[in-house]
């Protein structure tokens, strides 16, 4: 009997010690990404509730963290000091004090931040002061410091969940000399991505020793602008064609993804994107198993989650409430009249009241020949009646500035042949469209039913043309004379105005249209506002006090016999009226 009970013991002792080296840990992993101000259940702009926004997001959020407690992680992708008024009127107004950007992510206990393209374009006054105020790690690995070689933010941070180790490797899209002008990002370097990915992900496999390796990408997933060799969206390659992340989290694009790639190793890797405005979260759920403390199993999944209609976290709500107000009190305030309602929609058919006021104020303010403009919003509206500051960013979306450049007749004709011709079909019949039309892309924040991005399609003032839609790309567009009489000359010298994003040769207008190399464009600027478009189109309205837009009538597409019927045909696919 003695025996047999010596025996019970040393198994059940064997048992008991196999049992304790067996080990799983559960994680939970959340991104927000693109965020753009969408701090509230309010829209600033519009003056009426919203579904989404981070304070939606905090209940989803606490909610998890009930269960996971430290184990779970909650991460920003960047895009969060752009967007809603709330931004600006922390940017740019109330300076001195804490960003509202920063209040929120250490409110709601993010464990990293991930910087973006519309971050930096405050510029460094406005970034550096929110990296300082924000209570975790702001991660880009390909960010550089000019002065002295190396990244200018942390490339990575390392978490400890449950004896985990976790590796979080931030990078941003290099293209941001296609957007922003070098002032804003002055002694910095961007780095291509794939190349920059292999080196972090090395040092955090075989110098941290990481059990789970997470990146962190401000970029799009493919097929995105390419500015020397080096891609704006390249997520996808970096999960291919670098081997080790076993989670990249994403942003940039507005477009919502979750797929598996396959790396060149083999490995599948968790590729998740949340789209924009805190309407949704990427959500990754992990298991990790480790026998006699070596790791042997790694369970992912992966979600995108709507917030869009989970309870609004009253507590952070009464937290920021008197934010809330202030930034009301703001938009609320007046500051003129129109007499009558302009709307974007009418933009994309030809002369419109809406892009013409904003046309007018450019080349009043600038005093330039010609003026540049695009539809930065694909349907917004400004009612006749008192003007607000919630109305300025209906009228300008972004805190673009004004530039002036000195162009030839033959560029401008270039550039906007490149417009149009993302713009409008070449039509074969009366029956056909008008427009680039994809009903696939009405989801899509940026294209909204186009082929391409809406806020690249430029027209004019300052000169009289027609767009032709039967003729080939290339050759739609005929200028007739300026619009002040005098003719049109192709090698004439022209002061252009437009703002900032296409002056440094946002949308490759500029540069394909026009066919100035990008390396000279900075030469080509002959005046750069120091404050925003918007702030001057708001002197402009204060200064006039009644403004009555007017639609102009400068250009318009031919034959009209073909393009008015398949103008209000394309108006009712894309508007549904």
Same mark, same amino acid.
Request: contains cysteine.
């Given at each position: 009997?003695?025996?047999?009970?010596?025996?019970?013991?040393?198994?059940?002792?064997?048992?008991?010690?196999?049992?304790?080296?067996?080990?799983?840990?559960?994680?939970?992993?959340?991104?927000?990404?693109?965020?753009?101000?969408?701090?509230?259940?309010?829209?600033?702009?519009?003056?009426?509730?919203?579904?989404?926004?981070?304070?939606?997001?905090?209940?989803?959020?606490?909610?998890?963290?009930?269960?996971?407690?430290?184990?779970?992680?909650?991460?920003?992708?960047?895009?969060?000091?752009?967007?809603?008024?709330?931004?600006?009127?922390?940017?740019?107004?109330?300076?001195?004090?804490?960003?509202?950007?920063?209040?929120?992510?250490?409110?709601?206990?993010?464990?990293?931040?991930?910087?973006?393209?519309?971050?930096?374009?405050?510029?460094?006054?406005?970034?550096?002061?929110?990296?300082?105020?924000?209570?975790?790690?702001?991660?880009?690995?390909?960010?550089?410091?000019?002065?002295?070689?190396?990244?200018?933010?942390?490339?990575?941070?390392?978490?400890?969940?449950?004896?985990?180790?976790?590796?979080?490797?931030?990078?941003?899209?290099?293209?941001?000399?296609?957007?922003?002008?070098?002032?804003?990002?002055?002694?910095?370097?961007?780095?291509?991505?794939?190349?920059?990915?292999?080196?972090?992900?090395?040092?955090?496999?075989?110098?941290?020793?990481?059990?789970?390796?997470?990146?962190?990408?401000?970029?799009?997933?493919?097929?995105?602008?390419?500015?020397?060799?080096?891609?704006?969206?390249?997520?996808?390659?970096?999960?291919?064609?670098?081997?080790?992340?076993?989670?990249?989290?994403?942003?940039?694009?507005?477009?919502?993804?979750?797929?598996?790639?396959?790396?060149?190793? %083999?490995?599948?890797?968790?590729?998740?994107?949340?789209?924009?405005?805190?309407?949704?979260?990427?959500?990754?759920?992990?298991?990790?198993?480790?026998?006699?403390?070596?790791?042997?199993?790694?369970?992912?999944?992966?979600?995108?989650?709507?917030?869009?209609?989970?309870?609004?976290?009253?507590?952070?709500?009464?937290?920021?409430?008197?934010?809330?107000?202030?930034?009301?009190?703001?938009?609320?305030?007046?500051?003129?009249?129109?007499?009558?309602?302009?709307?974007?929609?009418?933009?994309?058919?030809?002369?419109?009241?809406?892009?013409?006021?904003?046309?007018?104020?450019?080349?009043?303010?600038? %005093?330039?020949?010609?003026?540049?403009?695009?539809?930065?919003?694909?349907?917004?509206?400004?009612?006749?009646?008192?003007?607000?500051?919630?109305?300025?960013?209906?009228?300008?979306?972004?805190?673009?500035?004004?530039?002036?450049?000195?162009?030839?007749?033959?560029?401008?004709?270039?550039?906007?042949?490149?417009?149009?011709?993302?713009?409008?079909?070449?039509?074969?019949?009366?029956?056909?469209?008008?427009?680039?039309?994809?009903?696939?892309?009405?989801?899509?924040?940026?294209?909204?039913?186009?082929?391409?991005?809406?806020? *690249?399609?430029?027209?004019?003032?300052?000169?009289?043309?027609?767009?032709?839609?039967?003729?080939?790309?290339?050759?739609?567009?005929?200028?007739?004379?300026?619009?002040?009489?005098?003719?049109?000359?192709?090698?004439?010298?022209?002061?252009?105005?437009?703002?900032?994003?296409?002056? *440094?040769?946002?949308?490759?207008?500029?540069?394909?249209?026009?066919?100035?190399?990008?390396?000279?464009?900075?030469?080509?600027?002959?005046?750069?506002?120091?404050?925003?478009?918007?702030?001057?189109?708001?002197?402009?309205?204060?200064?006039?006090?009644?403004?009555?837009?007017?639609?102009?009538?400068?250009?318009?597409?031919?034959?009209?016999?073909?393009?008015?019927?398949?103008?209000?045909?394309?108006?009712?696919?894309?508007?549904?009226?």
């Amino acid at each position: 009997m003695k025996r047999i009970l010596s025996i019970g013991m040393m198994m059940l002792c064997l048992t008991t010690n196999a049992m304790a080296q067996t080990k799983t840990v559960n994680l939970r992993i959340i991104e927000t990404s693109d965020v753009h101000g969408y701090f509230f259940p309010y829209d600033f702009v519009e003056r009426k509730p919203l579904d989404g926004t981070l304070m939606r997001v905090s209940t989803y959020v606490d909610r998890l963290r009930k269960e996971y407690g430290d184990n779970l992680l909650l991460i920003d992708n960047g895009d969060i000091l752009q967007g809603q008024p709330t931004c600006y009127w922390s940017n740019f107004v109330m300076t001195k004090d804490e960003n509202i950007s920063a209040k929120m992510v250490n409110y709601m206990r993010y464990d990293a931040e991930g910087i973006g393209n519309h971050d930096l374009e405050p510029g460094h006054t406005v970034y550096d002061k929110w990296i300082s105020e924000v209570n975790c790690p702001v991660l880009s690995a390909n960010v550089i410091d000019t002065k002295t070689g190396k990244p200018y933010l942390k490339p990575y941070e390392i978490f400890v969940r449950d004896g985990v180790k976790i590796a979080v490797i931030g990078m941003l899209t290099p293209t941001i000399a296609c957007w922003l002008n070098e002032k804003t990002w002055e002694g910095l370097a961007f780095e291509e991505m794939v190349s920059s990915a292999k080196k972090w992900v090395k040092q955090v496999r075989e110098v941290e020793q990481a059990d789970l390796v997470i990146g962190l990408f401000h970029s799009g997933k493919e097929n995105g602008l390419v500015l020397n060799g080096m891609e704006e969206d390249a997520t996808a390659r970096v999960a291919r064609e670098v081997p080790g992340f076993d989670i990249i989290f994403y942003g940039h694009d507005h477009q919502v993804h979750n797929e598996w790639i396959k790396n060149t190793e %083999g490995h599948d890797v968790l590729t998740l994107d949340p789209s924009c405005w805190a309407r949704n979260v990427a959500d990754a759920q992990v298991s990790l198993t480790y026998e006699n403390g070596r790791l042997t199993k790694k369970d992912i999944k992966g979600d995108i989650v709507s917030v869009r209609k989970e309870p609004v976290d009253e507590q952070m709500q009464a937290y920021f409430q008197q934010d809330f107000e202030r930034i009301k009190k703001y938009v609320d305030r007046k500051i003129g009249h129109f007499d009558n309602t302009v709307s974007t929609r009418d933009c994309f058919f030809g002369n419109s009241a809406f892009i013409d006021f904003i046309h007018s104020l450019q080349l009043r303010i600038s %005093g330039a020949d010609v003026s540049f403009d695009a539809p930065l919003a694909f349907d917004s509206k400004i009612e006749a009646g008192d003007v607000t500051m919630a109305d300025m960013f209906k009228l300008y979306r972004f805190e673009n500035k004004l530039y002036v450049l000195n162009m030839t007749g033959r560029e401008i004709q270039g550039h906007l042949e490149e417009s149009y011709d993302r713009w409008v079909n070449t039509m074969k019949s009366p029956s056909d469209h008008l427009l680039l039309l994809n009903d696939n892309s009405k989801n899509d924040q940026q294209r909204t039913g186009f082929v391409n991005y809406t806020f *690249n399609f430029d027209s004019a003032s300052g000169i009289d043309y027609e767009v032709d839609v039967t003729k080939p790309n290339g050759q739609k567009v005929r200028i007739l004379r300026m619009s002040n009489g005098e003719p049109f000359q192709p090698d004439k010298m022209y002061k252009v105005v437009m703002n900032s994003y296409r002056g *440094n040769g946002g949308g490759d207008l500029l540069i394909k249209g026009a066919g100035i190399p990008k390396e000279q464009l900075n030469s080509r600027i002959v005046y750069q506002s120091p404050l925003d478009l918007r702030h001057y189109l708001t002197q402009e309205i204060e200064r006039q006090g009644n403004v009555h837009p007017e639609k102009g009538s400068n250009w318009k597409f031919v034959p009209e016999e073909w393009t008015v019927p398949a103008a209000q045909h394309d108006y009712q696919q894309l508007f549904g009226e």
